[in-house]
């Protein structure tokens, strides 16, 4: 059971007891503690003379009572609770939080077994025949429609990104927060049916809403890919590849966007799956040698532009403030360049294709 787990649980019950309580763990090391300057200390032999003794009940020393948590599991004997004082109601406190600990810690390793389930599910580390047994065991329903969302936070903070998701989404037998490091983490997230179907913009505002909480209340910043829904436990993986691939096309082609969803990358997608080899035969069909290094910044910006106003040359001399005679002048100078006029549906489609494979081999690492 995670240190910061009890000392959540400890948290809870500070106020209502109004004495030190705290737990000693397998190693004889305090893990969590009311008193956070104890935290980290040795109370080895504590544990030493209560298995000595083989001590069930409450145990007393310098002020302190102790007892084991107990708990349904096969270990024994691994945590030990303590409570300040050695009077009648510390053994009371001492008994009756062994118990309430013990249950939480029951509940809490089975959460453990069942995020670690899926976190190897969706890194295809169960064999598809297991996949039934295991859900069943966990009580994950395997037929239940889900969304795949990985988050990751470019920069490093002091907060934990599973307890920063959890917050958002607390109910934990729905929405599933798995670790993969310490900046990165999956939602996985049961949908209602109808969101696969009538509502696939539902999927999008969650991702948007993740990254909104995190930089409005925890001043940080957080990146979402989204992967296909997946209606069945067996296709979390796949959605999971996908919301990898979404980051990483999206690192490259869709470098203003907090959230990339998989199923719009377009042909940026197909761009990315493509060996470079092929791409850089690609662009010296396409263009003239040394065409595209040729480009002034004032040619780059006009064939943003255009782009962006769909060919129009009336909004696009609108936009940047010329007349359209300039335009047209430009767009000749950039044809005269690399031999494609923009104008022209077909070349223009070439054009686009070509900058975005060009921008895709600008982001490959040099291999030596």
Do not use: W
């Amino acid at each position: 059971m995670a240190n910061r787990a009890f000392q959540n649980l400890l948290g809870k019950y500070k106020d209502v007891i109004g004495r030190e309580i705290g737990v000693i763990d397998e190693t004889g090391n305090i893990i969590a503690c009311t008193n956070s300057g104890k935290a980290g200390k040795s109370r080895s032999d504590i544990c030493l003379e209560m298995k000595s003794n083989e001590e069930k009940g409450v145990y007393h020393k310098d002020g302190y009572s102790y007892k084991y948590i107990e708990s349904d599991r096969d270990v024994v004997n691994e945590y030990v609770l303590f409570v300040f004082g050695e009077d009648g109601e510390a053994d009371k406190i001492c008994s009756l939080l062994s118990v309430s600990f013990g249950s939480f810690e029951n509940l809490y390793d089975d959460q453990s077994n069942k995020l670690t389930f899926l976190k190897n599910l969706i890194l295809d580390n169960i064999l598809p025949g297991d996949i039934f047994q295991k859900a069943k065991d966990f009580d994950v329903a395997e037929k239940a429609p889900r969304s795949v969302y990985l988050v990751k936070f470019p920069y490093y903070n002091d907060i934990n990104p599973a307890d920063l998701i959890q917050n958002i989404f607390p109910d934990k037998n729905k929405d599933f927060i798995v670790v993969l490091d310490e900046k990165s983490v999956v939602l996985i997230r049961e949908m209602k049916t109808d969101a696969i179907i009538y509502k696939p913009s539902s999927i999008e505002k969650t991702a948007k809403e993740i990254v909104s909480t995190v930089s409005s209340e925890f001043f940080t910043k957080a990146v979402v890919g989204i992967g296909s829904p997946a209606a069945e436990l067996k296709n979390l993986s796949r959605s999971f590849k996908e919301a990898q691939i979404a980051l990483e096309v999206g690192k490259v082609f869709e470098t203003e966007k907090d959230v990339v969803n998989y199923k719009n990358l377009g042909i940026g997608r197909i761009i990315y799956q493509l060996p470079t080899t092929l791409c850089e035969v690609f662009l010296q069909e396409v263009f003239k040698p040394k065409s595209m290094e040729s480009l002034d910044r004032e040619s780059l910006v006009t064939i943003k532009s255009f782009f962006e106003n769909n060919l129009n040359v009336s909004e696009t001399s609108r936009q940047l403030f010329v007349h359209r005679n300039t335009l047209v002048y430009r767009l000749e100078k950039i044809k005269k360049l690399t031999g494609l006029d923009l104008r022209e549906f077909e070349h223009a489609i070439i054009f686009k294709v070509a900058i975005m494979v060009k921008k895709y081999l600008s982001s490959k690492p040099v291999k030596y």
